[in-house]
């Protein structure tokens, strides 16, 4: 692969901090989002929101060559990890509205390969792994899915994530250890869940 992970979403508030600790911590992230003018503004070094040392860091990963950006969906392919930022919305009464995540995998799905892991990363409502996890089965796809909750402060964000435990949650062993495997690159201590339904 190409990338150790790809964040879907990456130029946004969750997105970028994520990927410049990764990449800050050897990781080769990919920042994959359709707003090509704050990408732009990336790849020049500087956050396009308020963020605590965030030109110093985004710099940084930028020199070591390991921070990536696109606006092609070519990246999730070319990536062992996908990692998306994207929360579940609620209607009008409060329930639960699964049709623009699922929309947005569906969409991707073409680029998604055998092998590759999926990390749910933004508050999502209880039973959404499950339920993403048997739509790509369904769609003949081999990838596992992970729910790793973002639990920090924006503007505050590079600093907490290298500070807070990370909770890692998963189907299988295999992936919870994969997953677990990667976050240690930026966490002092990992949280392991028995199932994703407790960690949403």
């Known amino acids: 692969m190409k990338y150790d992970l790809c964040i879907v979403g990456g130029a946004g508030h969750v997105g970028l901090p994520l990927g410049v600790t990764f990449a800050n911590s050897g990781a080769k992230t990919v920042l994959f989002d359709i707003n090509e003018a704050w ?107 992970a729910f790793c909750p973002e639990r920090i402060v924006q503007g505050n964000s590079l600093k907490e994530l290298r500070e807070l435990p990370q909770i890692v949650s998963a189907f299988n062993a295999a992936t919870v250890a994969n997953v677990s495997k990667l976050f240690k690159k930026i966490s002092p201590k990992i949280v392991v869940t028995e199932q994703p339904i407790e960690a949403e």
Request: charge should be positive.
């Open 39 to 145: 990408l732009k503004q990336i790849e020049s070094g500087k956050f396009p929101f308020k963020e605590q040392d965030g030109d110093t860091e985004l710099k940084k990963a930028l020199a070591k060559k390991t921070l990536f950006t696109s606006s092609e969906a070519d990246a999730i392919a070319e990536s062992k990890f996908i990692l998306l930022v994207i929360g579940t919305p609620v209607d009008e009464h409060l329930n639960p509205d699964w049709r623009t995540l699922f929309r947005m995998v569906d969409g991707y799905m073409p680029y998604f390969k055998n092998g590759q892991t999926l990390i749910l990363r933004s508050t999502v409502f209880p039973g959404t792994s499950e339920r993403l996890q048997h739509v790509l089965k369904k769609k003949g796809k081999r990838v596992q899915v």
